[in-house]
């Protein structure tokens, strides 16, 4: 692939996905929503996106109401998609999984114990911490699994970290519901995060995409599969909507991270430029590709015969 911009391909290819909410036997969420059909579709389009992820982190909310059934579902549905992209799944437990359920349906091994793991992909590590407090919705954090944390980043990763966590650390003010279900006590993380090799933090429990900084650290949060929370509500404290579900994709460069989101469900196409401008494009010169493609008198920029309709 020609290398077009100044900036060389990403290191390191992410999907972060969120929040399927699956339920055993496709049954509808809320008797509306079918919340298989959207995890099908979030992994529909990603089999579009080039280059293929090499991983894809599920910041947790798997299953609706902790089925097994449903942790079968999910794993049926997504390992096969997966490797067939040559991609790591990396599982993330939310306040609707229970742990127990959770790791033997996702790791055949029954715990109540927090879900803490790592995993490395080309050098990039990813930490699954589990901010879950069973039977409540709001996260924590137990003095072990910080000092657990602050263990493993004593030793920087090749190419730095991703923390991957259901509840995201930062403020809430387009949906102040979530303020009473956050992450308690941030300033425990936020120390052991300082100094570290932390990259960024992948969220997930909002329902919508947003973004922000924790102890320096870039926070992106994913927006569901399965249904979203209405930013703007009107006459309402919350108000879920089937509409606006999306995933995001995570690009490392050697000093950067690019998120980029992705919508489940594409709009009308209003304009197009084919595939085969793509390939005139990899025959030229970059400075003849950026005249092709920046002049106001190029053909590419004048000419319907490049456009597709």
Not at 27 to 38: F, H, I, N, R, S
């Amino acid at each position: 692939m020609k290398q077009l911009g100044q900036y060389a391909p990403p290191r390191h290819v992410i999907a972060h996905l969120s929040d399927p909410h699956l339920l055993a036997d496709n049954a509808l969420q809320y008797g509306a929503v079918d919340t298989e059909a959207g995890l099908r579709l979030a992994l529909e389009r990603l089999a579009a996106v080039d280059p293929p992820p090499q991983a894809l982190v599920f910041t947790g909310d798997l299953a609706d109401r902790a089925e097994p059934a449903a942790y079968d579902r999910l794993r049926q549905i997504v390992e096969p998609v997966a490797a067939d992209m040559g991609a790591e799944v990396i599982w993330v437990m939310g306040n609707h999984d229970e742990r127990a359920d959770y790791s033997l349906g996702l790791f055949g091994d029954a715990s109540d114990e927090p879900q803490d793991r790592v995993h490395v992909v080309a050098g990039l590590r990813i930490i699954s911490l589990d901010s879950t407090v069973p039977g409540y919705h709001h996260g924590e954090l137990s003095d072990a699994q910080l000092t657990w944390l602050a263990e493993v980043l004593s030793t920087p990763a090749e190419h730095g970290t991703l923390l991957a966590l259901h509840h995201p650390p930062i403020p809430l003010p387009m949906l102040r519901a979530a303020e009473l279900i956050e992450l308690l006590e941030q300033d425990r993380l936020a120390a052991v995060l300082q100094g570290s090799d932390v990259r960024g933090i992948l969220a997930g429990h909002l329902h919508f995409s947003t973004y922000s900084l924790f102890a320096g650290i870039p926070v992106s949060v994913a927006s569901a599969s399965c249904y979203t929370c209405e930013p703007a509500p009107v006459d309402r404290f919350v108000s879920g909507v089937d509409s606006g579900q999306a995933f995001t994709m995570v690009h490392a460069y050697d000093d950067r991270l690019v998120h980029t989101i992705v919508p489940l469900h594409t709009g009308p196409e209003v304009s197009a430029i084919g595939l085969d401008v793509l390939e005139a494009v990899e025959g030229m010169s970059v400075e003849e590709a950026r005249e092709l493609a920046s002049s106001k008198t190029s053909p590419y920029n004048v000419s319907p015969d490049l456009t597709e309709a």
